[in-house]
Nanobody
């Protein structure tokens, strides 16, 4: 079981960026997947989670209207598109899961057991 987040980098405020989470060893559509981030000096927090039935949970609220999480079945990836990025969005972004967990809501409100290597997102001018 392996997860890998990629697609991070440096962007200017107001720009968009899409992160992807690739899985190996299991099929992403059979488990809820969460995106989490760790900002400098802050605790890791949930950003968005996708249930197996494609229900979406966004946390915190200010992320909800600037992000979109989706599943690419063909590529076995989960994508997180972030728009109108702000400096406070800077951090390391991780994808994670509890294998067999179907609920994205539960995934966002717990600490998953399977984590991928994170990808750094830096938002600055």
């Amino acid at each position: 079981v392996q997860l890998q987040a990629f697609g991070g980098g440096w962007v200017q405020p107001g720009e968009s960026q899409t992160l992807s989470c690739a899985a190996s060893g299991f099929t992403l559509k059979r488990t809820a997947i969460g995106w989490f981030r760790e900002a400098p000096g802050k605790e890791r927090e949930a950003v968005a989670c996708l249930s197996t039935n494609n229900d979406i949970t966004y946390l915190p609220d200010f992320v909800k209207y600037r992000s979109a999480i989706s599943r690419d079945k063909n590529q076995n990836t989960i994508n997180l598109q972030m728009n109108n990025l702000r400096p406070e969005d800077t951090g390391v972004y991780y994808c994670a899961t509890d294998l067999g967990q179907a609920s994205g809501y539960a995934q966002c409100h717990s600490r998953p057991t399977e984590w991928g290597m994170g990808t750094q997102v830096t938002v600055s001018s």
